[in-house]
């Protein structure tokens, strides 16, 4: 089965500065997806990466899947308190069923 | 467009108690998924429907553990006799049809169990 790890578990950060979120597959990845929660609340799509090489971006956020797919990362620029929360890595396993990484929790001090 | 409904939002309940959690997904929707996710870990699959046909079920969905989307709008999970280890967030999730498929599987705000 596909398993994903995903790097820094947590992660504290100044307002303002840049941060890199790893997510590492057991198997190549023929979808990635990006998802951000908010404590005790459902997922926000951010960003989804299919093609080895690709990079996407969404204001500050940029997301890339490498060429070998089989890992991914997302990077924040000039972090900004809004971004706080717990993001997660999912990879599509088939019709769009997920296997989610245990995510990142981002906490952003002013 | 509303988004994907959840209900209810909590709930707290005795264990050997059934419960029953309703999803409304963003209409004409055809995919609908079920997640569970415990404290400190993702989301876990567990079961999928296209339009009201259950395509698959996860080996963490237990014989206590019925979905159903019997007109292929919303779908209701129940679990019976609930356990302490069924204390989670049940999230539900939607998607369109294949040709009209962006990408993005659109998720609700999830429905909180708690098992005394």
């Known amino acids: 089965s596909q398993e994903l790890e995903q790097s820094p578990q947590s992660l504290i950060v100044q307002e303002g500065k840049n941060l890199t979120i790893n997510c590492t597959s057991s198997?190549?990845?023929?979808?990635l997806y990006w998802y951000k929660q908010k404590y005790g609340e459902g997922l926000i799509f951010l960003m989804m990466?299919?093609?080895?090489?690709e990079e996407k971006s969404h204001e500050k956020i940029t997301a890339k899947l490498d060429e070998k797919k089989q890992q991914s990362s997302l990077h924040i620029t000039a972090s900004q308190p809004s971004h706080a929360g717990i993001y997660l890595c999912?990879?599509?396993?088939?019709?769009?069923?997920?296997?989610f990484g245990t995510g990142t929790r981002l906490l952003v001090s002013p | 467009d509303t988004g994907v409904s959840q209900d209810p939002r909590h709930k707290i309940t005795k264990r050997g108690q059934n419960v029953t959690f309703r999803c409304d997904p963003i209409?004409?929707?055809?995919?609908l998924y079920w997640y569970r996710q415990t404290l400190g870990q993702g989301p876990e699959f567990l079961t999928y429907?296209?339009?009201?046909?259950?395509?698959?079920k996860s080996r963490l969905l237990s014989d206590r553990f019925s979905a159903e989307r019997p007109k292929g709008s919303f779908s209701t999970l129940e679990i019976q006799r609930t356990e302490q280890g069924d204390s989670a967030m049940y999230l539900c999730?939607?998607?369109?049809?294949?040709?009209?498929?962006?990408?993005?599987?659109?998720f609700g705000e999830g429905s909180r169990l708690t098992v005394l």
């Open positions: 209409s004409e929707h055809n995919r």
């Open positions: 990466l299919q093609k080895g090489g």
């Open positions: 198997k190549t990845l023929y979808g």
């Open positions: 999912g990879a599509d396993i088939g019709f769009q069923k997920l296997v």
């Open positions: 429907f296209q339009n009201e046909a259950q395509l698959e």
């Open positions: 999730a939607s998607s369109p049809a294949s040709g009209a498929n962006t990408g993005e599987l659109f």
